[in-house]
């Protein structure tokens, strides 16, 4: 394959073109421009400038990954017959990513790329906001902003601000970390005489500004007088806790006493989202998130793992446990995304027997949802009842067997029964979908209720528990279930 020159053409003007690519961009021979929408194409074309562009491929794909692609692919065809030289605006390797697939081509292919020096827009864009990127600042592509989280005690350049959607979609992911109002800069053709325009706006307003195009860029600077935190800032606060100027109760802590907690804001977070109480539901949720932060701190501290393990191992496991959304796999039911994720489960862990799968449930399982899981399993290889009736004999018999061992007062056989009896009714509620630990949290909540209304009902008569009989606190419960029916 022949040669491909790739040139850098500055940000826009003349002032900021190299000599090395004046001198390729004005040499007579074709230049393949991925866009003509540059500020010193006029001026090369009055040097002596040939240019092709790719711009009328913006108007036959819909996205711009498909764009680039497509670019990059038809230069890699022309070089099978010519030498390539192929200008794009700044410099090469700053948000281009028709040269990132280009490269990966070189890499594959074994064809030669030469690379040319242009200025990016950053040297334009530092220059005029006079600010000095060494004391920190960020670069973010604006049309991927999907999975963007700033940093917000650092500067900010959103690049490729092409118009009113794009800014819209900077200013929603942006309006979740900084307020309405916080002012930003609005920046066009920096460093391009005739052509730089500079606006502060209040962040609210970034989309209601006509004059965005392709040569916009947004800077956001640092906001040094916080309020608002990030995961980042969290992993900090955890690891100040546990340093020798942090909090004792922290530093004394480790991952077996953290249990109780961890297992107490589970509780407390799920009872938030029962209820769907959205305040709580963030309190609460948060107060997970705090026991994995504290967990990977000390994971840290041992060397052993931290969150960045955490969060890949997650990722992968996502990925790896999802193949019809990252992979070639078809699905046509949740059901069968289901017994998917179970057999790559089950692979993952090399569990050989379903026994093996039951002994890996963990030990600390509440055992309401431990039977059922227990169930589930032996019913993927048809240990189970074909119906529900066979669960209901098998439930009645149990009950047969509580009561015969009742009239034995033998404690630990009646253990066993009633075990068995919990066990059967699990079985039931799993054949039935019902969930055993919402049916049970439910007649929890039920009995609590009726037991309140006993309470007012003695209080409103003048009464006291130690007065009633058995039988006359039975016709008040009797009452209550009818009040609330």
Not at 32 to 39: D, I, S, V
Not at 173 to 198: Q, S, W
Not at 244 to 260: A, I, T, V
Not at 421 to 437: A, D, Q, W
Request: with cysteine; charged share 30%.
């Amino acid at each position: 394959m022949n040669r491909l020159t790739i040139v850098g053409m500055g940000p826009g003007s003349k002032e900021f073109l190299t000599l090395e690519a004046y001198r390729h961009l004005t040499s007579g021979s074709t230049v393949y421009l991925r866009t003509l929408k540059h500020p010193i194409v006029p001026f090369l074309m009055e040097e002596g400038g040939q240019f092709e562009t790719y711009d009328e491929f913006y108007d036959l794909y819909d996205t711009f990954d498909a764009v680039y692609e497509h670019i990059a692919a038809d230069v890699l065809e022309k070089l099978k017959e010519t030498p390539v030289t192929y200008a794009v605006p700044g410099n090469p390797f700053v948000a281009e990513r028709t040269v990132e697939l280009l490269a990966e081509a070189s890499t594959a292919e074994g064809f030669e790329i030469e690379y040319v020096y242009g200025a990016s827009f950053i040297d334009a864009m530092i220059t005029v906001l006079k600010k000095d990127p060494v004391y920190g600042l960020r670069i973010q592509d604006g049309l991927k902003m999907e999975a963007f989280t700033p940093s917000v005690r650092e500067d900010h350049i959103f690049i490729q601000v092409y118009d009113q959607r794009v800014a819209s979609d900077i200013k929603i992911d942006l309006g979740k970390y900084y307020p309405d109002d916080y002012p930003v800069t609005v920046v066009r053709g920096a460093g391009i005489p005739g052509e730089e325009r500079i606006e502060v706006v209040p962040l609210y307003e970034l989309d209601r500004i006509e004059w965005l195009d392709y040569l916009t860029s947004l800077y956001v600077p640092a906001w040094l007088d916080k309020t608002v935190y990030t995961f980042s800032d969290l992993l900090r606060i955890m690891e100040t806790l546990r340093s020798p100027d942090g909090c004792p109760w922290d530093r004394e802590q480790n991952h077996e006493s953290l249990m109780p907690c961890f297992l107490e804001e589970t509780y407390e977070a799920l009872d938030a989202i029962k209820r769907y109480d959205i305040d709580d539901m963030i309190e609460e949720l948060g107060d997970v998130l705090l026991q994995i932060v504290f967990h990977a701190q000390l994971g840290a501290e041992d060397g052993y793992f931290d969150i960045h393990d955490i969060i890949q191992g997650i990722a992968e496991k996502m990925v790896l446990r999802h193949p019809h959304v990252f992979g070639d796999t078809m699905v046509d039911s949740s059901e069968e995304v289901l017994v998917n994720w179970n057999k790559i489960k089950q692979t993952e862990k090399s569990h050989k027997s379903q026994s093996e799968v039951m002994d890996a449930l963990p030990a600390m399982m509440p055992n309401l949802m431990k039977a059922e899981k227990l169930q589930k399993i032996a019913a993927k290889v048809g240990f189970d009842w074909p119906e529900v009736d066979g669960a209901v004999d098998k439930l009645r018999e149990e009950m047969d067997e509580v009561i015969a061992e009742l009239e034995v007062s033998d404690d630990e056989k009646l253990g066993e029964e009633l075990g068995d009896l919990i066990f059967s009714i699990v079985n039931v509620c799993r054949m039935k979908k019902i969930s055993p630990e919402l049916a049970l949290e439910m007649t929890n909540q039920k009995f609590i209720d009726r037991f309140k209304f006993i309470e007012n009902t003695l209080e409103n008569e003048g009464k006291q528990f130690e007065e009633m009989t058995l039988e006359e606190l039975d016709f008040i419960w009797e009452k209550a279930k009818n009040v609330k029916k």
